[in-house]
Nanobody, 115 residues
Framework: QVRLVESGGGLVQPGGSLRLSCAAS????????MGWYRQTPGKQREWVAV???????SYADSVKGRFTISRDNAENTLGLQMNSLKPEDTAVYYC?????????WGQGTQVTVSS
C-alpha cells in the first residue's frame, strides 16, 4: 500500500524559508520520479517540481531559483527547500508519485506566507 505523508508546513513571513518533507512507504522509492504540487482554494492543483530517479530536477517557472527539490533514497524521503517565499506561494503542498499509471498523493501540508 502506497503511503505519502507530508510535513514541515507552517506560517512564515515573506522572504522567509521553509523545508517540506514527504515520507514514502509501500513503494520501491528509489526507482520512481517524485513530485511536489500545490493547490489554493478554487484553483486547480499546480505542479511545482519533480525529481527523477536519477536525481535530475525540473521546476515551475514561478519557483525556479527559489525552491530546491531533493530526495534521500536511503530514508525514502522527498524534500522541498523553499527560500525567498512570497505571499503567492501560500497553498497546500502535496507530494506525488505515479505507480503503474496510478497517481498517489499525500494529505498535504499547509504553507502560509504572510506578514
Amino acid at each position: 500500500q502506497v503511503r505519502l505523508v507530508e510535513s514541515g508546513g507552517g506560517l512564515v513571513q515573506p522572504g522567509g524559508s521553509l523545508r517540506l518533507s514527504c515520507a514514502a512507504s509501500g513503494i520501491r522509492f528509489s526507482i520512481y520520479p517524485m513530485g511536489w504540487y500545490r493547490q489554493t482554494p478554487g484553483k486547480q492543483r499546480e505542479w511545482v517540481a519533480v525529481i527523477t530517479a536519477g536525481g535530475s530536477t525540473s521546476y515551475a517557472d514561478s519557483v525556479k531559483g527559489r525552491f530546491t527539490i531533493s530526495r534521500d533514497n536511503a530514508e525514502n524521503t522527498l524534500g522541498l527547500q523553499m527560500n525567498s517565499l512570497k505571499p503567492e506561494d501560500t497553498a497546500v503542498y502535496y507530494c506525488n508519485v505515479q505507480v503503474d499509471l496510478v497517481q498517489f498523493w499525500g494529505q498535504g501540508t499547509q504553507v502560509t506566507v504572510s506578514s
